[in-house]
């Protein structure tokens, strides 16, 4: 079956084109308020209406600053380097979730800094509201027809011809798979985990190895760059992005854990 053709420009307002993949943005960061201010009503977790606004704002500076230079960094150095003007042409697309993590990361060490707050505090109460928004943006590239998944054979009926991909190749559906796992799925643990009071730092850790571990999976029914393909170990560039993700994550969990009990 073919994949649905959607046209990227949700409306227009005059000459002003709004596009989906924006809209999704949008989505992700609204439900970050919503569910943040939601979360903010637990007394135990020390946050505040007011702190979550702020920390929305220091998190679209962080996603959008963050995931625009790791795309030019991670994915097409050689060429950002020699035209770093083009680094500022966002609207030719090229972000990169992991950049997008590293300037969340960078976002939570300056809020927790200017408002006195350790990071792993506010690092556990953003982790959960960070997959919804990795879900939109997973919708929003299938809606856009990009970012399509490799060669799915006959036994997955549920493959899809991506007609920008230039072939009548049934492929996987990556986008979805993505936006079920990275998002739906990594949003109900991490949401149901943090419902009550953890050890510091446990809620992060477990965004980061749940994030890489299921980002490398996925990346197997994913087509890699076609200016990239695979790298060492037939293992694709966001996997060895993904890697360190997962390490760092089951490095912090495991210290903050034996640091608790060395305490008690």
């Known amino acids: 079956m073919f994949a649905p053709e959607f046209n990227p420009i949700a409306f227009s307002i005059g000459p002003l084109a709004v596009h989906w993949y924006g809209l999704m943005y949008l989505l992700g960061f609204a439900f970050f308020w919503a569910l943040g201010r939601l979360r903010a009503k637990d007394p135990w977790r020390q946050m505040t209406a ?5 920390i929305l704002f220091y998190g679209v500076l ?3 600053l963050g995931g625009r230079l790791g795309f030019c960094l991670f994915y097409q150095p050689e060429w950002y380097l020699s035209h770093p003007l083009d680094i500022f042409k966002v ?8 950049g997008g993590i590293i300037g969340s990361i960078l976002a939570i060490c300056a809020f927790a800094r200017i408002k006195g707050k350790t990071f792993f505090e506010v690092a556990d109460f953003v982790a959960p509201l960070v997959p919804l928004g990795l879900m939109f943006g997973r ?4 809606i856009n027809g990009e970012l399509w ?18 072939t009548l190749v049934p492929r996987h559906p990556s986008q979805l798979y993505e936006a ?5 799925l990594l949003f109900t643990v991490l949401w149901w985990f943090s419902s009550k009071p953890r050890v510091a730092g446990a809620v992060g850790s477990l ?3 749940g994030y890489g571990l299921v980002r490398f ?4 029914f994913r087509e890699p760059d076609s200016y990239l393909g695979l790298g060492l170990f037939g293992l694709s560039r966001g996997q060895w992005l993904s890697l360190p993700v997962f390490l760092l994550g089951l490095v912090v969990w495991i210290w903050v854990h034996r640091r608790k009990s060395a305490e008690n």
């Open 149 to 166: 998944g490799r060669a799915a054979g006959s036994d997955v009926p549920w493959a899809m011809i991506f007609k920008n991909s230039g």
């Open 50 to 54: 007011n702190d979550v606004e702020d």
């Open 207 to 209: 965004f980061c190895m």
């Open 91 to 98: 609207w030719q697309g090229g972000m990169s979730a992991h």
């Open 217 to 220: 999976i996925v990346e197997y």
């Open 180 to 184: 079920f796992l990275e998002g739906a």
């Open 62 to 64: 962080g996603v959008i």
């Open 139 to 142: 919708i929003g590239n299938f």
